[in-house]
């Protein structure tokens, strides 16, 4: 298949919390680009002199809203030669180079079951991207719980409009587990790992639900055996985006 090479500059970038930082980049030459809410962009960044090394991939953290700019939330890791190159060296007209959107972590067209979003860090991006979708269309939809994992109170993104959704999206909830916070106060937080809330909350396993899981492979892994192994879901009802 022929990719699809966008040149794009950054515009805009903000602080989310310490570590990570919402990137929007305008892509030149189009009007809009078109996109289903949960994919992600492979961006070829001046990293490394072999082509292949230089690729990183993006979730594309805004919904499809009929623009060409795009939103990116991106977590710094320690050595990291992308996410280095972009908090220290990138800036307000640095060019992006992408190819994309592909992927094909989205939710079906008709959604006739409960949906759980379940991630950990920068890994709510594709959520993000698709509850707003959902919102936006005013597309019908079950319940959407939306669980989210980080260590910190500070480390919690998007935490407006998440309570934002609440009011606007109807049957949409959130729950954030707080994995090292010690004081822990509001009726959405909980003290620990995303694992505890679902399996709580989804113990009897159920045909009309399906999970939707996006993050590194210490939680994807251990969520997959969960749901699928220990609980009993069918896999047909887990669906994953692995960053890594
Ligand atoms: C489809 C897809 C979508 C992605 N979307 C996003 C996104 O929206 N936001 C985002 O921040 N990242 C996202 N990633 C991860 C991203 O592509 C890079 O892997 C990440 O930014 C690290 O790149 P780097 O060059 O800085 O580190 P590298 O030098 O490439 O990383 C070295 C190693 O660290 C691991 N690693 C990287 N980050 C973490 C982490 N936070 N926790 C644990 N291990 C880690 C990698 O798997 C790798 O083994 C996505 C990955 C994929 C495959």
Redesign the pocket.
């Known amino acids: 298949m022929a990719w699809t090479w966008y040149d794009s500059t950054i515009i805009k970038i903000e602080d989310e919390s310490p570590t ?1 930082k919402r990137f929007w980049v305008e892509v030149k030459d189009v009007e809009k680009i078109d996109f289903q809410a949960g994919q ?1 962009v492979t961006m070829d960044l001046p ?1 490394h002199e072999k082509r292949l090394k230089r690729w ?4 594309i ?1 805004n919904h499809p809203d009929g623009t060409n700019i795009l939103e ?6 320690e ?6 190159y972009l908090f220290n060296e990138a800036t307000i007209g640095t060019p992006i180079r992408f190819k994309g959107p592909s ?1 094909t ?1 989205v939710l079906p067209s008709e959604i006739k079951d409960d949906l759980v979003l379940i991630c950990t ?3 709510i ?2 959520f993000r991207s698709m509850v707003w979708d959902l919102y936006h269309q005013n597309k019908e939809h079950k319940n959407i719980h939306l669980i989210m994992g980080t260590r910190y109170q500070e480390g919690i993104l998007y935490q407006q409009e998440l309570e934002e959704l609440k009011t606007k999206l109807s049957n949409f909830s959130y729950s954030i587990a707080l994995s090292r916070e010690e004081n822990i106060e509001g009726e959405d937080f909980y003290k620990g790992y995303v694992h505890q809330i679902y399996e709580a909350a989804y113990k009897e396993v159920r045909s009309d639900v399906h999970f939707y899981l996006c993050g ?3 939680m994807i892994d251990d969520a997959v055996a969960k749901l699928i192994v220990e609980l009993g879901y069918d896999k047909s009802q887990v669906h994953y ?4």
């Not at 990183?56 to 979730?59: G, I, Q």
């Not at 990116?72 to 890791?77: D, K, N, P």
């Not at 050595?79 to 280095?84: I, K, L, V």
């Not at 985006?241 to 890594?244: C, K, N, P, Q, R």
Request: proline share 3%; net charge negative; hydrophobic share 40%.
């Open positions: 990570t992600f990293i990183r991939s993006y979730s953290a990116f939330c991106i977590v710094l890791l050595g990291g030669a992308a996410t280095e992927g972590f860090g920068t890994g991006a594709p590194w492979s210490n985006e692995l960053y890594g």
